[in-house]
T-cell receptor, first 115, second 116 residues
Framework: EAGVVQSPRYKIIEKKQPVAFWCNPI?????LYWYLQNLGQGPELLIR????????DSQLPKDRFSAERLKGVDSTLKIQPAELGDSAVYLC?????????????FGEGSRLTVL | AQKVTQAQTEISVVEKEDVTLDCVYETRDTTYYLFWYKQPPSGELVFLIR??????QNEISGRYSWNFQKSTSSFNFTITASQVVDPAVYFCALSDAYTGGFKTIFGAGTRLFVKA
């Protein structure tokens, strides 16, 4: 079974440029998450989708960040314009259910460097 | 409010020694789940163990064991006979319900070094 796939693995851009990250969850997983991981910190939730609906985007900085999950499968996270402080690893995760019981399956992450 | 605290930033052990990683959590819910994840240098967090709030029985799974104590809100994780495959950052996580659904939050992680 294929795991969570993310791309690109690494991205270097200059500040004020746009950037997009793509995530393909494990087949059949209804719930998809985007997490932000700063250096030396644990992952912090940005947005959670149940199928195509964003059920929790309270931590997503909506002035510059946007996300979509069309058709309830893969998802894209966009930053426009990027700022120096956005340098971090962006992790995508999925889980088969919508409850609190299950573990999350993570991709390898997309490491963003903003110069 | 939810909170997960991993007081140990880094731990270094000699190969074949046992090591315990500490985790303290806060939640207002009576129903919640606790997890440990491992993040090797490749970056992908990998699920290790899960425990629900109604089951304080401590278990052993291979070289992993955990000690869940609700009275002290702790969920400590032990690796027995550490090996060279164990170096990674280990995260404790809490999942509980809140208005609007549920949320999984992570501690800051403990980086484990294993010396040969």
């Amino acid at each position: 079974e294929a795991g969570v796939v993310q791309s690109p693995r690494y991205k270097i851009i200059e500040k004020k440029q746009p950037v997009a990250f793509w995530c393909n969850p494990i087949s059949g997983h209804n719930t998809l998450y985007w997490y932000l991981q700063n250096l030396g910190q644990g992952p912090e939730l940005l947005i959670r989708y149940e199928n195509e609906e964003a059920v929790d985007d309270s931590q997503l900085p909506k002035d510059r960040f946007s996300a979509e999950r069309l058709k309830g499968v893969d998802s894209t996270l966009k930053i426009q314009p990027a700022e120096l402080g956005d340098s971090a690893v962006y992790l995508c995760a999925s889980s088969p259910g919508t409850g609190i019981t299950g573990e999350l399956f993570f991709g390898e992450g997309s490491r963003l460097t903003v110069l | 409010a939810q909170k997960v605290t991993q007081a140990q930033t880094e731990i270094s052990v000699v190969e074949k020694e046992d090591v315990t990683l500490d985790c303290v959590y806060e939640t207002r819910d009576t129903t919640y789940y606790l997890f440990w994840y491992k993040q090797p240098p490749s970056g992908e967090l990998v699920f290790l163990i899960r425990r629900n709030s109604f089951d304080e029985q401590n278990e052993i799974s291979g070289r992993y064991s955990w000690n869940f104590q609700k009275s002290t809100s702790s969920f400590n994780f032990t690796i027995t006979a550490s090996q060279v495959v164990d170096p990674a950052v280990y995260f404790c996580a809490l999942s509980d319900a809140y208005t609007g659904g549920f949320k999984t939050i992570f501690g800051a992680g403990t980086r484990l070094f294993v010396k040969a």
